[in-house]
T-cell receptor
């Protein structure tokens, strides 16, 4: 398979701008996860979907963050307005079934907000 | 207190050495346990699951102690290619919680 696909791979933007990160999960996977990784906080789960429905968004830091999954093959994570503290690597991951054991990560989007 | 705690390292070891990493978790109801490996500027990838009876995969041995809420990973005969960050992972329901990772550097 092509694996989880994320775009863009790198994003540099100015504070206050809107940022949209995109993800295509592995075909057939019914769970999709958005994680954020920083040196200080490690890998944090932001939100996850099951069959395109958001199940738990308790990790979303604040209202500036939103995520959607309009269909089984596409998801977006949007930050509006962006702030320097949002700088991190954002990973999308997907898995098949409820156990989330063999979660497959995408290559990540490295976001820098200046 | 973090839900999954690891010594961040780095552990600097020579090739051929045996090295062990430990991890503790706070939720006694955690259901499954894993070790993931993350290379520099790459995504995490599953290394191995951790079973209650302990399990081995080549040079890698994982152990679980539910009473102490403690997980370990032992790497024997370290290779240069083992240099990476090793993430302890705990599953609760449908969610995986990652430790901060332990960095290993294997030197020639």
């Amino acid at each position: 398979d092509a694996g989880v696909i994320q775009s863009p791979r790198h994003e540099v933007t100015e504070m206050g701008q809107e940022v949209t990160l995109r993800c295509k999960p592995i075909s057939g996977h019914d769970y999709l996860f958005w994680y954020r990784q920083t040196m200080m906080r490690g890998l944090e789960l932001l939100i996850y979907f099951n069959n395109n429905v958001p199940i738990d968004d308790s990790g979303m830091p604040e209202d500036r963050f939103s995520a959607k999954m309009p269909n089984a093959s596409f998801s977006t994570l949007k930050i509006q307005p962006s702030e320097p503290r949002d700088s991190a690597v954002y990973f999308c991951a997907s898995s098949f079934g409820p156990l989330a054991s063999y979660i497959r990560f995408g290559p990540g989007t490295r976001l820098t907000v200046t | 207190r973090k839900e999954v705690e690891q010594d961040p390292g780095p552990f600097n070891v020579p090739e051929g050495a045996t090295v062990a990493f430990n991890c503790t978790y706070s939720n006694s109801a955690s259901q499954s346990f894993f070790w993931y490996r993350q290379d520099c500027r790459k995504e995490p990838k599953l290394l191995m699951s951790v079973y209650s009876s302990g399990n081995e995969d080549g040079r890698f041995t994982a152990q679980l102690n539910r009473a102490s809420q403690y997980i370990s990973l032992l790497i024997r005969d370290s290779k240069l290619s083992d240099s990476a960050t090793y993430l302890c992972v705990v599953r609760e329901g449908n969610m995986l919680t990652f430790g901060g990772g332990t960095r290993l550097m294997v030197k020639p």
